[in-house]
């Protein structure tokens, strides 16, 4: 019994040193955690609250729909639909690498691919979405949308992108997307709401009404959880759709010089004489605008920026050609408005015209024989508008040729617009430090040396002289249509003409005489463009033949030995119907040679498709 009692104080002494143990051990864990919830609550506190709010509120950009785009007669050239655009939140893509691996298999793509898209976009905050892809198929929305809790930060986003329904038709005129770049970004007002990753207009109609069409983006505040992903949207604000804008362009008649120009490198330009409206604008060859939207190829870019014949360019505002013979309307005009010569003026052309120690043929090797005003533009004698620019001088022409639109801005509302060039004997002392010589006077009497001209303002010149003597400023637009439909629809800044256009104080007994020899070009028995006549319209036009490189006084060009981008280029202006124009063309085919034989048949086509003439 006695042993027993101390068995039993033994155990209770050795219980109750566990159990003061195990209070010790709870009551030092227990002040841990207090500590720390003080150091927690009391001291960092603020700061936790300030990072959770900052973690678990995000506020989220709603991109608006951009507007749509029309032609002149209402239908849809350019329209939006869906896409899925793929978006990563740096700071909630934890581990950053381990997740860029695995989005890469499923996209069956490089990891560096993806880092290198983030590189690129460092100046966004690690809390804003960046855009990885754009467009991505159906098949890897399902992948990624399955994978999504192996993916932080990972997003997979519906928004509206841009569709050219017609591909290449009018890609010049109506431009393309692209992404902004850090330059473009840097340059925006803060109010229009640009972020890094949005798409802008970057060409034509796009680039130059973007505001317009872009609309206001929306937000919202949304809470998410720690892979970033949204558990409840707090509040949103919705987008504004951009306005809808509609054109003065026909797509059919676009279509139409489009198939006309197939393969060549050529420019058109239609434009409407009495109002100044594109009717349509072609710089051959073409590309398809999607194709920027999801991101150039190599190969895509190489091709784009390696081709000879410059599909980039707009070459009927931006191209700078030498006018050749279509300037003889400016010479005739100036040499009759300044007396220097009249309807009656006749001047022999034997095929040469001797001046100086030089001898300036002729097109027309054996010559034309005896002209007037009325027959040397019909038959493009080029001995009549030597001797007419040498009477004039260099400076009486420069002055007539700006008047008409030539060597200046037409103003038009596409970006990129060259200005050409029209020389002055001033021009030539300032950028050369040589006086003018009188026998480049005779060069540019009939359209070649220094003259630089685009397609365009061609197309404004013969919209002038089909007009009575109104030179317009071109218009792209009809009308704006804004988004609100309770709004009405305004018209067009530009239909405002009295500005942008002037009057050229010419006598209507000069514009006459001048019309009478464009109307001889296609009409009369020896007119350069005769092959051109359209049964049951009267077309008035002037081709031109414009030289690439010079050759020596009297060597004959011979087509077999000169490469083809050394050959000429081939010009062909026009207006129809003669008596009541409705249609002006400009035409150039780049290397064409003869405007007779390659140029005029196009302004005909387009004007008998315009005009609805059979045959």
Same mark, same amino acid.
């Given at each position: 019994?006695?042993?027993?009692?101390?068995?039993?104080?033994?155990?209770?002494?050795?219980?109750?040193?566990?159990?003061?143990?195990? =209070?010790?051990?709870?009551?030092?864990?227990?002040?841990?955690?207090?500590?720390?919830?003080?150091?927690? /609550?009391?001291?960092?506190?603020?700061?936790?609250?300030?990072?959770?709010?900052?973690?678990?509120?995000?506020?989220?950009? =709603?991109?608006?729909?951009?507007?749509?785009?029309?032609?002149?007669?209402?239908?849809?050239?350019?329209?939006?639909?869906?896409?899925?655009?793929?978006?990563?939140?740096?700071?909630?893509?934890?581990?950053?690498?381990?997740?860029?691996?695995?989005?890469?298999?499923?996209?069956?793509?490089?990891?560096?691919?993806?880092?290198?898209?983030?590189?690129?976009?460092?100046?966004?905050?690690?809390?804003?979405?960046?855009?990885?892809?754009?467009?991505?198929?159906?098949?890897?929305?399902?992948?990624?949308?399955?994978?999504?809790?192996?993916?932080?930060?990972?997003?997979?986003?519906?928004?509206?992108?841009?569709?050219?329904?017609?591909?290449?038709?009018?890609?010049?005129?109506?431009?393309?997307?692209?992404?902004?770049?850090?330059?473009?970004?840097?340059?925006?007002?803060?109010?229009?709401?640009?972020?890094?990753?949005?798409?802008?207009?970057?060409?034509?109609?796009?680039?130059?009404?973007?505001?317009?069409?872009?609309?206001?983006?929306?937000?919202?505040?949304?809470?998410?959880?720690?892979?970033? /992903?949204?558990?409840?949207?707090?509040?949103?604000?919705?987008?504004?759709?951009?306005?809808?804008?509609?054109?003065?362009?026909?797509?059919?008649?676009?279509?139409?010089?489009?198939?006309?120009?197939?393969?060549?490198?050529?420019?058109?330009?239609?434009?409407?004489?009495?109002?100044?409206? =594109?009717?349509?604008?072609?710089?051959?060859?073409?590309?398809?605008?999607?194709?920027?939207?999801?991101?150039?190829?190599?190969?895509?870019?190489?091709?784009?920026?390696?081709?000879?014949?410059?599909?980039?360019?707009?070459?009927?505002?931006?191209?700078?050609?030498?006018?050749?013979?279509?300037?003889?309307?400016?010479?005739?005009?100036?040499?009759?408005?300044?007396?220097?010569?009249?309807?009656?003026?006749?001047?022999?052309?034997?095929?040469?015209?001797?001046?100086?120690?030089?001898?300036?043929?002729?097109?027309?090797?054996?010559?034309?024989?005896?002209?007037?005003?009325?027959?040397?533009?019909? /038959?493009?004698?080029?001995?009549?508008?030597?001797?007419?620019?040498?009477?004039?001088?260099?400076?009486?022409?420069?002055?007539?040729?700006?008047?008409?639109?030539?060597?200046?801005?037409?103003?038009?509302?596409?970006?990129?617009?060259?200005?050409?060039?029209?020389?002055?004997?001033?021009?030539?002392?300032?950028?050369?430090?040589?006086?003018?010589?009188?026998?480049?006077?005779?060069?540019?009497?009939?359209?070649?040396?220094?003259?630089?001209?685009?397609?365009? /303002?061609?197309?404004?010149?013969?919209?002038?002289?089909?007009?009575?003597?109104?030179?317009?400023?071109?218009?792209?637009?009809? +009308?704006?249509?804004?988004?609100?439909?309770?709004?009405?629809?305004?018209?067009?800044?530009?239909?405002?003409?009295?500005?942008?256009?002037?009057?050229?104080?010419?006598? +209507?007994?000069?514009?006459?005489?001048?019309?009478?020899?464009?109307?001889?070009?296609?009409?009369?028995?020896?007119?350069?463009?005769?092959?051109?006549?359209?049964?049951?319209?009267?077309?008035?036009?002037?081709?031109?033949?414009?030289?690439?490189?010079?050759?020596?006084?009297?060597?004959?060009?011979?087509?077999?030995?000169?490469?083809?981008?050394?050959?000429?280029?081939?010009?062909?202006?026009?207006?129809?119907?003669?008596?009541?124009?409705?249609?002006?063309?400009?035409?150039?085919?780049?290397?064409?040679?003869?405007?007779?034989?390659?140029?005029?048949?196009?302004?005909?086509?387009?004007?008998?498709?315009?005009?609805?003439?059979?045959?």
């Amino acid at each position: 019994m006695r042993n027993s009692f101390y068995i039993k104080i033994e155990d209770r002494e050795w219980y109750r040193r566990r159990l003061i143990g195990s =209070i010790i051990i709870v009551a030092g864990a227990f002040l841990v955690i207090i500590v720390r919830l003080f150091q927690l /609550q009391a001291i960092e506190g603020a700061e936790y609250r300030r990072l959770s709010e900052h973690n678990c509120i995000r506020l989220q950009s =709603i991109p608006p729909s951009r507007g749509l785009i029309y032609d002149a007669n209402g239908e849809l050239l350019v329209d939006n639909r869906p896409a899925f655009n793929l978006k990563i939140v740096v700071k909630d893509a934890d581990p950053l690498e381990e997740t860029l691996e695995k989005l890469a298999a499923l996209l069956d793509t490089a990891p560096e691919e993806l880092q290198e898209t983030l590189k690129n976009s460092r100046s966004v905050p690690s809390y804003q979405p960046v855009l990885l892809r754009q467009d991505i198929d159906r098949d890897a929305v399902a992948a990624i949308e399955v994978n999504s809790f192996d993916l932080p930060g990972v997003s997979v986003e519906i928004e509206p992108r841009r569709q050219y329904i017609f591909g290449d038709t009018a890609a010049h005129f109506l431009g393309y997307m692209g992404e902004i770049n850090e330059a473009e970004l840097k340059r925006q007002p803060k109010e229009l709401g640009y972020r890094s990753g949005d798409l802008m207009g970057k060409f034509g109609v796009e680039r130059a009404f973007d505001g317009f069409l872009r609309g206001k983006p929306g937000g919202r505040q949304v809470e998410v959880n720690a892979s970033g /992903q949204v558990v409840h949207v707090l509040q949103e604000i919705p987008a504004k759709p951009g306005g809808n804008i509609y054109l003065t362009l026909d797509r059919r008649l676009q279509q139409k010089a489009e198939e006309l120009t197939q393969e060549i490198a050529a420019v058109v330009v239609v434009m409407e004489p009495n109002r100044g409206d =594109i009717l349509a604008m072609v710089s051959s060859p073409s590309f398809d605008p999607n194709i920027f939207l999801g991101g150039l190829s190599n190969s895509q870019w190489e091709y784009l920026i390696g081709h000879p014949y410059r599909p980039l360019e707009n070459k009927a505002v931006q191209g700078e050609y030498a006018p050749a013979s279509t300037y003889k309307i400016v010479t005739a005009i100036a040499g009759l408005e300044e007396g220097v010569i009249d309807e009656k003026t006749r001047i022999f052309c034997p095929g040469y015209y001797p001046f100086g120690n030089r001898v300036f043929r002729c097109w027309r090797r054996g010559g034309h024989g005896t002209m007037d005003v009325k027959s040397a533009l019909s /038959q493009s004698c080029d001995v009549y508008f030597y001797q007419v620019g040498q009477k004039l001088g260099v400076d009486r022409l420069a002055a007539y040729a700006k008047e008409m639109g030539l060597g200046q801005y037409t103003d038009i509302s596409l970006d990129r617009e060259s200005q050409g060039l029209i020389p002055t004997a001033a021009w030539k002392r300032r950028r050369t430090g040589i006086p003018w010589m009188e026998g480049e006077t005779l060069s540019l009497a009939i359209g070649q040396g220094y003259n630089l001209v685009t397609p365009l /303002q061609m197309a404004v010149l013969t919209s002038a002289v089909a007009n009575g003597g109104r030179v317009l400023k071109p218009r792209i637009l009809s +009308r704006l249509a804004p988004a609100d439909p309770d709004l009405p629809a305004e018209a067009a800044p530009e239909m405002e003409q009295k500005e942008a256009e002037h009057y050229l104080e010419w006598s +209507r007994e000069t514009m006459d005489i001048v019309r009478e020899g464009l109307w001889r070009v296609v009409n009369g028995t020896r007119g350069t463009a005769r092959v051109s006549r359209l049964e049951g319209v009267e077309i008035c036009g002037k081709t031109g033949t414009g030289q690439v490189v010079s050759r020596k006084t009297g060597e004959k060009e011979v087509k077999e030995n000169v490469p083809a981008h050394y050959r000429a280029h081939a010009w062909f202006v026009a207006y129809a119907p003669a008596q009541a124009p409705k249609i002006a063309v400009s035409v150039l085919v780049e290397n064409g040679e003869h405007g007779s034989s390659t140029a005029a048949p196009i302004a005909r086509e387009l004007i008998r498709h315009y005009l609805k003439v059979d045959g």
